[in-house]
């Protein structure tokens, strides 16, 4: 065990979340550069239903094989328009995958609390709704307005406008997120703007990190 981290639990995890098109990416690549290590709960929910999971054979299984693409991945606009308005259906798929998705999250984390890095973070758009903000040890909200949000989000994929606010409909509000931070990205601003708040907040976080008490405020 590395000498700069006493024990399993002391190993510092900051969640990152934020709407889509916040930043949260663009967040974790700036930390990134300054040699700290994320996990991404977008992905894992990708890798649980890659073909050969179990959770693609138990969604194959319940809905037939034309949830499926030729290749044998998951069509997630069938799957989507399975559990749209769905309730049950959306509880059953939630069932089978959150609990991987979960595990293979605390897989991670474990990983990356072992290299010996200060801090690391958990990056993931349902950080409070989930529940997986009980795995970390303080809430990063990356905040944008929603103009900006839905601006950047059509920028990068190319998606309807109306697509886009549903989405966000879907997310928690805005207020609801910043209420539950313990600190905050205002990521309005250019990608300049991004790269000092993030170089500030590492400083605070090594510090934090090599400190007992980890309910400091941020400078
Ligand atoms: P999220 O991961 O929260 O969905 P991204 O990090 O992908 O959001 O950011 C959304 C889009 O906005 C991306 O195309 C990203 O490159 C861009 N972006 C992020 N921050 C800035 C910024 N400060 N200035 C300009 N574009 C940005």
Redesign the pocket.
Known sequence: MNARIPGKDSALVIGVT????????????AFGELGIDWVDADHLAREVVMPGEPALAAIAERYGPSILQPDGTLDRRALRSRIFDDAAERRWLEAETHPRIRQRLEQRLARLRRTGAPYCLL?S?LLIESGQHELVDRILV?DVPEAVQIQ??L??DGVEHRQVEAIIEAQSPRARRLAAADDVID?????Q??HDQVARLDAFYRQLASSPNRHDTPP
């Open positions: 934020g709407g889509i098109g916040s930043g949260k990416s663009a967040v974790a690549e990056v758009p990356v950047r989000t920028a990068r990521n309005s601003g250019n990608r703007s991004l």
